[in-house]
């Protein structure tokens, strides 16, 4: 199996099974721990530096009370560690490869593609592409390729479900198309999460807390992954699953399109043409459907005002993929003079809150999909 870099930073004692088809641990192979620990001191020797923000720290440090990779693991060697039957093995790293064995790796089935890379690196050659060598080495990398992208689809359908209204668009696994710890490079993500590990386990009052917190996390997203099965089997799901991975955090107009698209697909019947003004059809389809299913996530909806503000939703979604901003934008005012705020309305506030309400609905009627899809295709073919 190979692996990718998540978000989570901790010491697992034993892997945890997610799937069938991955599985968080931390590394263990010394080829992993070296690969990944130079990954990580490239990254930190070349941290992009911002004015206000330090996401790196020396490896050595001569200050009082400043925080080093040496110190740091000196200080978890010493206490959390001290009566570890892994103190031992942990003692005897240098600090980047004390770090490496920290980092939570998703590993996933490459289909014994990298075991093969080192076993034949030296027969595989571009000039010679018809040799069974070259042949097996390229259907390998297809499929581990393969692997990669449901993954990777997986783990941003598993975000939203996990999404408490506050979360962007990221999977826990960093960079979201994966990292090739072969290829070391400056990680903004990777030195970020570095750095608020630290600070947590830097904390005395954070130690005892963070330690636990991180099976707790983990813990949280094995929950999630019941629906591994359904989500890689079902059409439907997979499409939404590669559809999430695609959005872009930094626009929220075309995030509505596709959030509104993707709803479309689970809800919508594709009306009869001779019976029925197709635009027409399709909007009191969505905002009924839309409202049953979302009754059904979560009974506290009051019905007819989350219809209104389905409604609302579908016809700004229309303004924007109609290129209609005017419009759009004389929505939104109408929208603050409803809520009688007479500040001056902040369009780009407003386009952000709607797509959260987006992404919100898509959730909801992702779980009652998850739960019951029965029910949900009845519903989408009636």
């Known amino acids: 199996m190979d692996c990718l870099i998540t978000e989570y930073m901790g010491f697992l004692e034993q892997p945890i099974k997610l799937s069938d088809h ?3 641990d931390n590394p263990k192979a010394d080829y992993e721990i070296k690969l990944l620990a130079n990954y990580i001191k490239y ?3 070349n941290a992009f530096v911002n004015p206000g923000l330090k996401w790196e720290f020396p490896l050595e440090s001569n200050e009082n009370n400043s925080v080093s990779w040496t110190s740091l693991k000196n200080h978890l060697v010493e206490g959390n560690y001290k009566n570890s039957p892994f103190m031992d093995e942990l003692k005897n790293l240098n600090p980047f490869e004390f770090l490496a064995k920290h980092v939570v790796i998703l590993r996933y ?12 690196s030296s027969e595989i050659s571009s000039e010679n592409s018809e040799s069974p060598v070259t042949k097996e080495y390229i259907s390998l990398q297809e499929l581990k390729n393969q692997s990669i992208e449901k993954a990777i689809s997986e783990s941003y359908f598993v975000s939203l479900l996990k999404d408490d209204g506050f979360q962007d668009y990221e999977s826990f696994i960093l960079g979201g198309k994966g990292r090739s710890l072969a290829a070391p490079r400056m990680d903004f993500d990777l030195n970020m999460h570095l750095y608020w590990w630290v600070r947590h386990l830097n904390n005395p009052v954070d130690d005892h807390y963070h330690k636990n917190h991180i099976h707790d996390q983990l813990g949280e997203l094995k929950k999630y992954y019941k629906f591994s099965e359904k989500i890689r089997s079902d059409k439907t799901l997979r499409f939404i699953s590669r559809s999430l991975k695609s959005i872009d955090n930094s626009n929220s107009r075309l995030n509505i399109i596709a959030l509104v698209s993707m709803l479309e697909v689970l809800v919508i019947k594709t009306p009869d043409a001779n019976r029925y003004h197709i635009e027409d059809s399709i909007r009191k389809q969505f905002i009924l459907k839309i409202g049953i299913l979302m009754s059904e996530y979560d009974k506290r909806i009051r019905l007819e005002e989350l219809k209104s503000k389905v409604k609302i939703l579908y016809d700004q979604r229309s303004n924007i993929a109609h290129g209609n901003f005017e419009s759009f934008e004389n929505v939104a005012k109408k929208s603050k003079t409803a809520n009688k705020n007479r500040i001056e309305v902040d369009i780009e506030e407003y386009t952000f809150e709607l797509e959260r309400f987006a992404r919100y609905l898509l959730k909801g009627v992702l779980w009652v999909y998850l739960s019951n899809n029965e029910k949900i295709h009845f519903i989408k073919n009636n």
């Open 22 to 24: 991955v599985t968080l």
């Open 43 to 45: 990254s930190q020797e």
């Open 109 to 120: 089935d490459d289909f014994g593609f990298y075991k093969y890379h080192l076993q034949h």
